[in-house]
């Protein structure tokens, strides 16, 4: 029998639940992963600290990793444990990353089955090791059947019916060649395609937990005029990233910055301040604010402790909630300040952007809400939406690749072979398409036949 | 009466395109064969169009050729025009096409079966088979004579139970003029093989000197003929290598005194008389219950289904050198004979044209294909093996390629050998049979280059390479042509290296190949080789990136591909395997797990089961 020579990735340890979490890769490419991320040749069974950076140098935490020559391994390939912060959102980054770097996510059980077609296990728990792919499948299928019930099957069958028309014109052509069909037309082809292009982009991109893991949660630093809010910004980066001015209304547009507090990485956006009655140039800095806070997962709401409270645009409040927001009582440094002068629905921070006190705790609390928000994600959701993302993320690269043949008017049978790679990525979502839907809507949509 | 007391190796029943290859690939690899016709007068008949080859199809017959058929070259001395389709594209999608000497195609295959050493060809309807045991052992006759035969091959086509249709007239036969073999179902069905009904249709022929070419439109053939055998791996002998006898054989030089079709349209008038008298149609009035093949729509759907569709191409097919007759391509039709006339009168050229032959629908048996095995044998009957359109395939190449398959299978099955399975990756022939046992059809299956994953590896001049090892194993060549063929895939492989690795002005040859679109100055050297080697070498060198894209994906299948399952398998008792998943299995029953990834309904994580299953080693009965 012959083995897979592929290398596969998933997490080792159940999402959200323990402080640490454990990304597991295993098969022949792994030494040379471990080389290529850590800089470092693998020493067997000695854990080392290092930091992750991903493929593009950034740095997604600082992590363990353990290195096991095959056949001593719990495969019998080589294989890596990466240990990272028990953020989800973490060990998310590490997976895409893994699977940027050439490995493909690992199916359900597959490191029991790698394990046992390996000789790692004895013969009588082939068994086991059957139920065991059956329960992580089903377990996998349930969550992947909940979400292609909603909006994301709904998307899916949409990319997939544009992706099967487009299909259907080309292999027509192919195919038929004696028939009277109207003249290949390759530019609305190509504009199809662009289209589908667009739609795989955005559905990649508009997935909420998509965004949040490819960039951080995005965290809207807002409040009034000279509250502090790029004071704010600047301490949290630990250097002076945004112009800090006396003169109110000096941040018009906005600005943004990556952190990572704790195990979450956040997309900081210091904003133009919130004034109640704002000049035009100061206009259309709040109007960017109020775009940003619209899409915000996180708002740090900076309140100058020495003011009495504020009131924020209707638009801008009607998002925040106890779930989402921290009040931020600044500048306590000052002995004007009166920071318990109200009470908030929302937890609240006193601090002061310029000596920095009360940032521990400040620290504290953004941790918590991030905390809560990945509680949302659920467990195997997060396996799934990897897979999601691979798949779509491939299903991309081969329509990159349609449309540049296409656009250089390179043979269209090679344009099919890449759009069959964008057809077989989206089954990976949907489950398997069979070409013949492809000959279905040909039959359907041009008269053919001698 | 008992024909003959020791029985033949194989008995191929019916003389149609797969009937013919799969008698000679049996007698040639030694196998005393016996071919039963019902007539002799009418052995490998187009009963439809009078061409062979076009897209994917032309791929198939240059495939039968490099497994020593006999399509291709038959096609190629008998051909009346010869047209590469798809220029425009690339290699891999281009496909030859001919319009042959219908009758000249028969005499010259007729005079060959005459002429094949360990071959008899005798005359007599099947009306049964003989089983002991469960196996086969025979076939009885119309003539109250039975044959002996360790093997049968049924290859009816659309005789089995064959009812024609010409508006609400209805005759029995598979074929205008031929007889219906109505018992022969009955003995399948006897045998535990389900039987199911197709349809497909023809249409009317009329007298080329009827019609008015004058404003229609010439497509001739191609001023470079592109043939189906290779002759470049052949010697004088092996391209006639039945004349060795010394005996006159008809055909010419191929692409030789080329013919022309021609074009026409329908017009509003048409598709009035045919929207007046749907009601009358075979297939509107509710008389015919089989699937007809949605390619090759009647006249009927075309008006119902793309009424938007001003006008429908027609094309005038001349049916030989010495004959008058023309078939109309694309009016397919089972409306009654009186609509037919008024109809092809309402087209342009054909006011006046005189009609031969009506158009007719037929409906016929066939048996699912998924009864069968890889090799083309019965799964629920031992040494009965059946190709063509009795599996539900439409077309002559597909028949051809199946019969061919089912000949060679047989006639090793008499010696004990494993039989011969071509894979999905190496060739049509093998995408054809894959899906035919694997998922079936439901409407006369045709091949389509689409339905084909590795389609850029089979272009059609590399066909003799991609089955040399078939060719080989299973002794289907002759040892100068298997010699000659070895030459060449070293020479391409030679001039593949060389370009890849010499360098001139500092870019490789074969970087410059990719560059250019049109073809750059090569070593003389290498312009030398003959256009087989030069035009494969190319191709390779060209598409490299996708070629190799293309074989990496294979060898990722095969790892699955080779696992076999062992035939005790109870898919209702493994652990872990879903209930619907089992159900599937149980039905199709692969043999082994890249098939069984293929059936709808069963996923990877049953296929994960089922590689621990059968890596354990246990009795997987449980
Ligand atoms: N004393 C004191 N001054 C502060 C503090 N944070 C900001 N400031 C001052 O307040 C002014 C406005 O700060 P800036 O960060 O530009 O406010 P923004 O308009 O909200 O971005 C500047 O002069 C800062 O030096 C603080 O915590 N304590
Ligand atoms: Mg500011």
Redesign the interface.
């Known amino acids: 029998?012959?083995?897979?020579?592929?290398t596969i990735a998933a997490l080792a340890t159940p999402v959200g639940t323990s402080a640490i979490a454990v990304v597991r890769a295993s098969g022949p490419q792994v030494a040379a992963l471990v080389t290529g991320i850590f800089g470092e040749t693998p020493l067997p069974r000695a854990a080392s600290r290092a930091d992750y950076k991903d493929v593009r140098g950034l740095l997604v935490d600082d992590v363990l990793f353990t290195f096991f020559a095959g056949p001593n391994s719990f495969t019998g390939e080589d294989t890596v444990e990466i240990s990272c912060h028990g953020n989800p959102f973490i060990a998310q980054k590490i997976l895409e990353d893994l699977f940027a770097r050439g490995c493909r996510p690992a199916?359900?059980?597959?490191f029991s089955?790698r394990a046992?077609?390996n000789g790692r296990m004895d013969?009588s728990q082939?068994?086991a090791?059957?139920?065991l792919?059956?329960?992580h499948?089903e377990r996998a299928l349930t969550a992947a059947n909940q979400q292609l019930r909603g909006a994301l099957g709904r998307q899916m069958d949409a990319l997939i019916s544009q992706l099967i028309n487009i299909l259907a014109r080309i292999?027509a052509y192919?195919?038929?060649?004696?028939?009277?069909l109207p003249a290949e037309d390759r530019v609305s082809v190509l504009r199809e395609l662009e289209r589908l292009k667009t739609d795989t982009g955005r559905l990649l991109a508009t997935s909420h937990y998509g965004t949040m893991l490819r960039d951080g949660i995005k965290t809207v630093i807002l409040g009034e005029p000279n509250a502090g809010k790029s004071s704010l910004l600047n301490r949290l980066v630990g250097r002076d990233r945004a112009l800090v001015s006396a003169e109110p209304g000096t941040t018009r547009d906005y600005l943004e910055e990556r952190i990572l507090v704790g195990p979450h990485a956040l997309r900081l956006i210091d904003t133009a301040g919130l004034n109640s009655s704002p000049s035009a140039l100061e206009k259309h800095g709040i109007d960017k604010t109020i775009e940003q806070a619209a899409e915000a997962d996180l708002f740090l709401w900076v309140i100058d402790a020495t003011h009495p409270l504020p009131s924020l645009p209707s638009s801008v409040a009607a998002r925040l909630s106890s779930a989402n927001t921290i009040a931020v009582f600044n500048k306590i440094d000052l002995p004007t300040a009166h920071p318990d002068s109200a009470p908030r629905n929302f937890p609240a921070v006193k601090i002061s952007a310029l000596t920095g006190v009360g940032f521990d705790s400040f620290h504290v609390e953004i941790a918590r809400l991030a905390d809560s928000f990945q509680a949302e994600c659920g467990d195997e959701l997060i396996a799934i939406n990897s897979r999601h993302a691979y798949a779509l993320e491939r299903a991309n690269q081969c329509l990159d690749s349609a449309v540049e043949k296409l656009d250089a008017d390179i043979?269209?049978?090679?344009v099919?072979?890449d759009l069959?790679g964008t057809l077989d990525a989206f089954g990976q979502i949907s489950?398997?398409i069979?070409?013949e839907k492809?000959?279905d809507q040909l039959?359907a949509s041009f008269?053919?036949?001698? | 009466m008992i024909f003959n007391r020791t029985p033949f190796d194989v008995i191929v029943c019916g003389a149609g395109h797969a009937g013919v290859e799969a008698c000679l690939a049996a007698s040639r690899t030694g196998a005393s064969t016996l071919l039963l016709t019902g007539n002799i007068d009418t052995i490998a008949q187009m009963s439809c169009?009078p061409a062979i080859g076009?897209?994917?199809k032309g791929q198939i017959v240059r495939e039968i050729d490099a497994l020593g058929g006999e399509m291709a070259i038959n096609t190629d001395v008998t051909g009346i025009q010869f047209r590469l389709?798809?220029e425009s594209?690339?290699p891999?999608?281009q496909s030859p096409r001919a319009q042959c000497d219908k009758k000249a195609y028969q005499f010259r295959l007729k005079h060959t079966l005459e002429l094949q050493p360990n071959l008899q060809v005798f005359q007599a309807t099947v009306t049964g088979l003989i089983f002991k045991a469960g196996k086969v052992v025979g076939c009885q006759t119309n003539l109250d004579i039975d044959f002996l035969g360790q093997t049968v091959v049924i290859t009816t086509g659309t005789f089995l139970r064959g009812l024609m249709h010409v508006g609400q007239n209805k005759n029995e036969g598979g074929r205008l003029g031929d007889f219906s073999a109505k018992t022969l179902s009955g003995s399948l069905l006897e045998a535990g093989i389900e039987l199911q009904r197709l349809k497909t249709g023809t249409p009317p022929r009329i007298l080329g000197r009827s019609i008015n070419f004058t404003d229609l439109q010439e497509q001739k053939g191609d001023p470079e003929p592109t043939l189906f055998a290779f002759h470049d791996t052949r010697g004088p002998e092996e391209l006639f290598h039945v004349e060795r006898t010394g005996e006159r054989r008809i055909g010419w030089k191929p692409g030789s005194e080329q013919v022309s079709c021609w074009m026409t349209y329908t017009t509003p008038e048409s598709e009035r008389i045919v929207r007046e008298n749907l009601h009358r149609s075979a297939m509107y009035s509710g008389e015919i219950s089989g699937v007809g093949?949605?390619?090759?729509?009647s006249i009927e759907?075309?008006f119902v289904?793309?009424a938007d569709?001003p006008r429908?191409?027609?094309?005038l097919e001349p049916e030989g050198r010495n004959t008058n007759e023309y078939y109309i391509?694309?009016l397919s039709t089972s409306l009654p004979f009186d609509v037919q006339l008024d109809l092809v009168h309402s087209i342009p050229g054909l006011e006046k044209a005189i009609l031969l032959r009506p158009a007719y629908a037929v409906e016929y048996d066939f048996a699912p294909p998924t009864q069968m095995f890889p090799s083309l044998e019965s799964r629920k009957v031992e040494n009965l093996f059946l190709a063509g359109q009795i599996n539900g395939t439409s077309g002559y190449e597909e028949a051809a390629a199946q019969g061919l398959v089912a000949g060679v299978n047989a006639a090793r099955k008499t010696r004990g050998e494993n039989p011969m399975i071509i894979r999905r990756h190496e060739a049509y022939i093998g995408v054809l049979i894959d899906d035919l046992v694997t998922k079936g059809t439901t409407e006369p299956y045709r091949m389509?280059?689409?339905?084909a994953?590795h389609?850029?590896l089979f272009n059609h001049g590399s066909a003799e390479i991609r089955l040399f090892q078939h060719g080989k194993d299973c002794n289907l060549l002759s040892i100068n042509r298997l010699n000659k063929i070895e030459a060449k895939i070293k020479a391409v492989h030679h001039w593949q290296n060389t370009l890849e690795n010499t360098k001139a002005h500092g870019v490789t040859w074969a970087d410059t190949v990719r560059r250019s679109s049109s073809s750059p100055d090569l070593p003389a050297e290498f312009l030398a080789q003959p256009k087989e080697v030069r035009e494969e070498t190319l191709y390779r060198v060209r598409?490299r990136g996708?070629l190799e894209?293309e074989q990496r994906q294979i060898?990722?299948l095969?790892?699955v591909e080779?696992?076999r399952i062992p035939d005790s398998i109870d898919y209702a008792k493994?652990?872990?395997?879903?209930r619907e998943s089992a159900l599937k299995l149980h039905q199709h029953r692969p043999l082994n797990l890249g098939q069984a990834g293929r059936i709808?309904g069963v996923?990877?994580?049953d296929i994960?089961?089922l590689?621990?299953?059968i890596?354990?080693?246990?009795d997987p009965k449980f």
């Not at chain 2, 093949?293 to 729509?297: A, T």
């Open positions: 029998m012959s083995f897979p020579s592929d199916e359900a059980g597959e089955k046992f077609l013969l082939a068994e090791v059957m139920d792919i059956h329960a499948s292999e192919i195919d038929f060649p004696e028939e009277d043979a269209t049978e090679l099919a072979s069959r489950g398997r069979d070409h492809v000959l039959f008269c053919i036949g001698k | 169009n076009g897209q994917a389709l798809n594209k690339g891999a999608v093949p949605r390619y090759c729509p759907d075309k289904r793309f569709k429908h191409l027609l094309y391509n694309g389509f280059t689409s339905r994953e389609r850029l598409y996708y894209r060898e990722k095969k790892s080779n696992i493994i652990p872990g395997l879903r709808s996923n990877p994580v994960s089961i590689m621990v299953l890596a354990a080693g246990k």
